[in-house]
């Protein structure tokens, strides 16, 4: 196996519904267990918004077990879709939080969550999909994300994009160029290949992936893990992996930024 034993993309207990045995000392300990050299706890920022006090917490927390495992302290946040290129967190300095996701979680002009089963007609999933790309062109010149999270995950739910591939994989090609550019890393999230809605998705994802690769875009692994036994998953993301014989020096790792 070609993979870095990291996890860059762990929720806690604090995420508000994560399993209630998340906690940070408990994530710490199972990522010894499985292995793991450097992981990171990263939780959400989005429209219940996490708040300071939690994220101080979270490090102080860290900072309380003792552990040979790198780690590190970062945040998921959704763009603010009122403010295109700004997220809706952003009460911290460069360098303050690494690494920082940005990765959207509810549908633009809609309000409902990802994961919810919507009946969309073609002009609401044209109108979404115009939108997560627009957003995403314009929060990778945001200077505090350091890495695009589970990239395609909201446009791959109800039928909004059946397959990546044709102008869907033009529309990446342009995302990717501008993240290439800003020095913006892409994940490979295990969760979102877990519950990818159909196979025919899956298996088109790899494409996406390939593109960013032959980018030189830096890949971050994160199993987005809201359960101990999810974290440093790489049942699916190890598939890609093979097949894209990825070298060392692409994958991203979390730097501080001083």
Known sequence: MNAPLVDYHIH????????????????????????????AITEHAFY??????????????????????????????????AYEGRLIFEDFDKGELFPVLAGTHAYPG????????????????????????????????NPLVDVLAHPGR????????????????????????????????????????SRCPTERLKKSYLDVICLGIDKRLKLSLGSD?????????KRFSI?????LKISPEQYYRPVKQL
């Open 48 to 81: 219940s918004l996490m708040g300071r006090a939690n994220l101080e917490q979270i490090k102080r927390e860290v900072e309380a077990v003792e552990t040979q495992i790198e780690v590190f302290v970062g945040m998921e946040i959704d763009p603010d879709y």
């Open 110 to 141: 809609i309000g409902k969550g990802w994961s919810e089963s919507l009946d969309l007609t073609l002009p609401d999933k044209r109108k979404i999909y115009n939108s997560w790309f627009r957003l995403m062109e314009k929060v990778i010149e």
């Open 225 to 233: 893990a809201h359960r101990l036994d999810k974290i440093g998953g």
């Open 154 to 193: 909201l446009i791959s739910q109800n039928g909004i994009v059946e397959e990546f591939s044709t102008y869907v994989l033009r529309d990446f090609d342009d995302l990717f160029t501008g993240a290439k550019e800003k020095g913006i890393a892409i994940e490979l999230n295990e969760g979102f290949l």
């Open 12 to 39: 806690t207990v604090y995420s508000g519904h994560a399993a209630s045995d998340l906690t940070v000392r408990a994530v710490i300990e199972r990522a010894g267990q499985e292995g793991l050299k450097s992981i």
């Open 239 to 243: 598939d890609m992996i093979e097949k």
